[in-house]
């Protein structure tokens, strides 16, 4: 019977020989996955022999992913801001750059609470997530927002112009029992019948689609939907940001995930879209324009 060292050792090589980035933590996760335990118990013990079934079912996973398959697809899930998404090939794999769009969106709403914005209006705040996918921003900020005691005080809705995204989404919303925190709905982008919104989250499709026809890894395994941006990339974005005079309350603020060479073109979109509305980009943690966040004046 191999043991997890000699297996890990093994799959490493040939992980790393089929242009894996990150061959030995894709053997971890992956073997971690077949044995049943975590990363943590495939690095404490090397020495322990893995049965036969553990071992097959890890070489059908290993081919998977020597195949190009993304670990999230094979494992079914990824953990995003903190939590725990399934993940398949219905929507796109969550991306780490993605967290601070919710984080962007927890401090804006909890601002606003905090000036009993909501509260002088009678109303709660109220929060769009363009473009849900798994449900990662709605579901991670809803699991932010609980943990704050706050969730209450938040109208939360999620878009997503794919059934199978807003499926996927739901089951999601059900494993952290937040189905009935967040209304999730198929439609194009956001349909003025569902409200002005206080807050609206944006990761829309932004690669331009000649980029898109090209792209390696796990974008070739994840929807086509989700990935093109159209010609310049921004196609999307742009129709958003068209709509915000009827979709974005008055004060209210929109945050939409950009593209790291779209730190000029998505503010200038924004110009011409609502002339006059304040926009700023904020970088992530490498340094990268990530969000473009415009604001409409209260009047
Ligand atoms: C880049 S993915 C982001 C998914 C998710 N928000 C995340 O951050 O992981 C973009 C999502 O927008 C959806 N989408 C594309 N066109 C759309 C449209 N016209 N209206 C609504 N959603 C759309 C795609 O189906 C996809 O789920």
């Avoid at 191999?2 to 992956?30: C, F, K, N």
């Avoid at 914005?117 to 109303?123: K, Q, R, V």
């Avoid at 932010?144 to 938040?154: G, N």
């Avoid at 994840?222 to 999307?236: F, K, M, T, V, W």
């Amino acid at each position: 019977m191999a043991t997890i060292g000699a297996l890990l050792a093994d799959a490493v090589q040939r992980l790393r020989a089929s242009g894996s980035d990150t061959p030995r933590l894709d053997a971890e996760l992956l073997l971690a996955r077949a044995v049943g335990t975590d990363r943590i118990g495939i690095i404490a013990h090397p020495d322990v022999p893995v049965g036969q079934d553990a071992a097959a079912a890890f070489a059908q996973d290993l081919a998977r992913r020597e195949a190009g398959e993304p670990v999230a697809y094979i494992r079914g899930l990824k953990e995003f801001h903190g939590i725990a998404l399934a993940t398949d090939a219905r929507a796109l794999i969550p991306r780490p750059e993605t967290e601070a769009l919710v984080d962007a969106g927890e401090l804006q709403i909890v601002g606003r609470l905090a000036r009993g914005a909501a509260a002088a209006a009678g109303s709660r705040v109220r929060v769009a997530d363009v473009g849900t996918g798994s449900g990662a921003v709605a579901i991670a900020l809803a699991v932010a927002l609980r943990r704050r005691r706050i969730l209450e005080a938040v109208e939360l809705v999620a878009t997503d112009a794919s059934p199978d995204a807003v499926a996927l989404a739901r089951e999601n919303a059900a494993a952290h029992a937040l189905l009935d925190s967040i209304s999730i709905v198929e439609a194009d982008l956001l349909p003025a019948s569902l409200g002005r919104m206080d807050v609206i989250l944006a990761n829309l499709p932004y690669v331009p689609s000649a980029v898109v026809a090209v792209l390696g890894g796990s974008a070739r395994f994840e929807p086509h939907l989700a990935l093109d941006g159209g010609a310049d990339g921004l196609a999307l974005v742009r129709r958003l940001l068209a709509g915000l005079p009827a979709t974005l309350a008055p004060g209210g603020v929109a945050l939409l995930e950009i593209g790291a060479d779209q730190g000029v073109a998505a503010p200038l979109a924004a110009a011409a879209a609502v002339p006059g509305w304040p926009t700023v980009v904020t970088a992530d943690i490498a340094g990268l324009p990530r969000v473009l966040q415009v604001d409409r004046p209260a009047s």
